[in-house]
């Protein structure tokens, strides 16, 4: 019977019911969503990897590898793999003004294998398959070896390595060594690698290998500490192990030059000039490095958004309950008088809440974790490859987003019970005695309080009266609207970001590379006609060396972008150094480098702090930060010519030209012009960047409308349901003023008036907490090579506001119907 009367009780009250499924459902999604998203991003790159036997040591030489060094490599303690491989940059004819330089490799068998995208793998030496990242190559295309693609000061050139000069793409592919948009930087073309090409070994001449591979039969989880630490413990023995191999590479090179063996026995590295080799670990691959900071975004933001849903859900089932109690006196008074225990009884009403717990949990754990991690992901897509998401259940959060549930609203349920429970069967079948009335604040002000009307006074008294629904619609709707405003203030932290660095900081127009550096001549007859060029199209222009190196920090590797201006005084022409306060900061001078804040926030580095930072030939300059500027692309390090020359030994090579145009002229017009020169490389023009990198940011808009509909939905709810026990607990008093001949408006005013007033309140408490909010949630995303400025726009404000009275609005023309269906006669039925 008990059962009977509880199933019937949901049936009965189903809009009641309904909410506090709803809001645990809300709650449940939204923090199991975040939390699982990490997890399955790891999960799913952890497994590429896998698949593709992803290397442990990375092992490169000037000299080289012979198949005789990877066999000995092989017979090493825990090796299940080593390879050998070829991969050398290449220039491409006809590839588009910047997409030339591909980094070109053998395909490999065991370690680092590829995963097909689409068509299928080379079968013949004059085959090929690349990046399935590269839209500008397609199946069936043919990309030929160009004529000058050795780098400047290169003894030989790709013709003498590869056997093959023409290539028939057959088919698309992801690399384990290319997680992430990066590719590289070279010493050819425009300096930066656009993608790469895998061919078959038989492709290559060439006596030895360029890259040794090697893979451990140890299994570890990605970015395991104890991974990290096996590898610690393997690389003083894998320093000897390849130091041996170089050295007796040497000396066989020596011996095949006409030195005997004696001759050759007490030789040392030391006596080798320019014979080095590197043991490269995974921290020096830039996507995988990249993957783990990037994944760990939404892990903070996991920790906050879901408060406001917890903390709502425990008050929506504690007002709700209690109201449900307190309607049912009567009903509990009689159980009891029947013969029910107190458990008995307080059993029907955990039941009813804990199915609405154990139902909404259940939908809401299913639905958030599909839809936040595919989201997500897909936003991530920009930066990472694209495969499919393959997900992961974590039993653990299963049991403890359940057990939250259930203490939520079982816990609640048992609480507003136990005192109603605690009196006799006579006392609770006899009405419960109203409230006493109190003055509000507002009556000890008469010049205010004599002025409002009668209907006015009531619903300042009832607002103020209710304190329990009064904070709970307070909290709620201050939640919505914080959600509301962080969600709009992201897309305007993130939509209007390009704007800015491409209008207020870097104003320059455009780049050039150059196909050669130049040494600061500008009378160098290789320059002479680019110069005419650049005087006729430009306003201004000057040289700047620019290329990729490596700051090498304790954190990890970090690709950045080295800038030497010729003439440090013009820097402003094409950049403004300034630090997050406006205030302008000087070039650097000798020894010393300003930095970009994303650069210094995520190592942690201040002014005055010495950074040391490599470039592909391993050698490396150490200055000490004179300042921290303001930028959102890329990373980047200014140092002067004087830090160069004095740490390189040499002067900088000028390899880029930046230039700005004149008001009003044509940017492609003057770019086609400059491309024509045979000095230029690549034209890059910062407008089109711009527009480049907004249409990458709109693919962001889905989390932003993930959380405008669930700041909805929590509006929604909240509203619905205390507007329901708000109706619920008046019935009397709203019958009562029907009978007195209110009609159906004037009734819907003085019922819906409190929600508006107690909505106000809640909008202005959760601007507040808004601002805070999506300043913590912009810190939380850190995307690779971009950092978003905090910023909310004034126009969010008041679609947050608007949005908010616009729930408000519907809520009660829901609520209005239940309005016109309550029964005068029977609501004001004595109780006796």
Request: charged share 25%; glycine share 8%; net charge negative.
């Amino acid at each position: 019977m008990m059962r009977r009367t509880t199933f019937r009780e949901i049936k009965n009250t189903f809009g009641r019911f309904a909410a506090i499924m709803a809001i645990i459902a809300l709650g449940v999604g939204f923090f199991s969503g975040l939390k699982m998203t990490k997890p399955d991003m790891m999960n799913t790159i952890s497994n590429f990897l896998d698949k593709g036997n992803f290397y442990d040591l990375h092992l490169l030489s000037t000299l080289g590898y012979t198949d005789d060094d990877v066999d000995s490599f092989a017979g090493e303690k825990d090796v299940l793999y080593a390879e050998g491989g070829y991969s050398l940059d290449v220039l491409y004819k006809n590839q588009g003004e910047n997409d030339r330089v591909l980094k070109t490799m053998s395909v490999p068998e065991n370690i680092n294998k590829l995963s097909l995208v689409d068509g299928r793998m080379p079968e013949k030496e004059d085959e090929c398959v690349v990046d399935a990242k590269m839209d500008s190559i397609k199946i069936g295309d043919v990309i030929e070896v160009a004529d000058d693609d050795a780098a400047e000061g290169e003894d030989s050139s790709t013709q003498d390595i590869l056997k093959v000069k023409k290539f028939t793409v057959v088919g698309t592919v992801n690399s384990p060594l290319y997680i992430n948009f990066e590719r590289g930087t070279t010493t050819l073309g425009n300096g930066k690698i656009a993608g790469f090409v895998y061919v078959s070994p038989e492709a290559f001449d060439s006596e030895c290998y360029t890259d040794v591979y090697v893979k451990f039969d140890r299994k570890f989880d990605m970015y395991a500490d104890e991974y990290e630490d096996y590898i610690d413990d393997r690389m003083d023995e894998w320093e000897s192990i390849c130091k041996t191999s170089v050295l007796d590479r040497y000396k066989d090179i020596l011996m095949a030059k006409g030195m005997t063996e004696d001759m050759v026995k007490d030789i040392t590295l030391d006596d080798a000039d320019g014979v080095n080799y590197y043991i490269l670990g995974r921290e020096t691959n830039i996507g995988y490095v990249c993957f783990e900071s990037d994944s760990d975004i939404v892990n903070g933001v996991a920790k906050v958004f879901p408060v406001f849903f917890i903390l709502v859900a425990v008050l929506v089932c504690m007002t709700t309950m209690n109201r449900m109690v307190e309607e049912q006196r009567s009903m509990i008074g009689m159980l009891k008088a029947l013969g029910y225990g107190k458990a008995a009884i307080m059993g029907k009403y955990m039941i009813y809440s804990g199915t609405a717990a154990v139902v909404g949990c259940a939908g809401g754990y299913l639905i958030g974790t599909y839809v936040f991690p595919e989201v997500i992901w897909y936003a991530y897509h920009m930066m990472y490859i694209h495969v499919p998401l393959e997900r992961t259940t974590d039993w653990t959060l299963v049991i403890g987003v359940l057990a939250a549930s259930l203490l939520c609203t079982v816990g609640t349920t048992w609480f507003s019970c136990r005192y109603e429970l605690s009196e006799t069967a006579a006392s609770l079948m006899r009405p419960k005695a109203p409230k006493p009335g109190k003055r509000v604040f507002l009556e000890h002000i008469p010049f205010i309080w004599k002025r409002l009307k009668f209907l006015r006074k009531v619903s300042v008294r009832n607002v103020f009266r209710y304190k329990k629904r009064f904070f709970m619609m307070i909290i709620g709707i201050s939640g919505c609207t914080a959600l509301l405003l962080t969600g709009f203030g992201i897309n305007d932290s993130i939509s209007g970001f390009a704007d800015n660095q491409y209008g207020e900081i870097q104003v320059g127009d455009g780049v050039i590379t150059l196909n050669t550096p130049i040494a600061g001549d500008r009378e160098d007859e290789r320059f002479s006609s680019l110069k005419d060029r650049l005087e006729e199209d430009t306003s201004c222009y000057d040289l700047v060396s620019e290329s990729t190196w490596d700051l090498v920090h304790d954190g990890g590797v970090k690709s950045v972008n080295m800038v030497i201006m010729e003439e440090p005084e013009h820097v402003d022409r094409y950049m403004k150094l300034a630090d997050k306060d406006g205030a302008e900061i000087e070039y650097p001078g000798k020894g010393e480098a300003v930095i970009n804040t994303a650069l210094a926030e995520q190592y942690d580095i201040k002014t005055g702090d010495v950074i040391t930072v490599r470039d592909s030939e391993m050698k490396e300059i150490r200055v000490s930060v004179s300042g921290i500027f303001r930028n959102h692309v890329y990373n980047y390090v200014y140092i002067s010519p004087e830090t160069y020359e004095d740490q390189m030994g040499e002067a900088p090579q000028y390899k880029s030209v930046y230039f700005n145009l004149e008001e009003g002229a044509d940017s492609h017009e003057i770019s086609a012009d400059l491309m024509g020169d045979a000095a230029t490389a690549s034209v890059t023009i910062n407008k089109d960047m711009k527009n480049r990198i907004s249409k990458m940011m709109e693919s962001l808009n889905y989390i932003v409308i993930v959380v405008i509909l669930s700041a909805g939905a929590l509006a929604f709810i909240v509203l619905y349901n205390l507007t329901n026990i708000n109706i619920t607990e008046r019935i009397r008093e709203i019958a009562t003023i029907k009978v007195l001949g209110f009609f159906k408006n004037e009734t819907s005013a003085y019922v819906f008036r409190e929600n508006r007033v107690l909505t106000t309140f809640g909008i202005a408490v959760g601007l507040v907490l808004g601002v805070f909010l999506h300043a913590f949630v912009i810190g939380q995303i850190k995307v690779d090579m971009v950092a978003f400025d905090t910023y909310i726009a004034p126009m969010s404000y008041v679609y947050s506001i608007v949005l908010t009275f616009v729930f408000n609005f519907l809520v009660n023309r829901v609520m209005s119907v239940k309005l016109d269906k309550i029964n005068m006669a029977e609501s004001l039925k004595s109780v006796e």
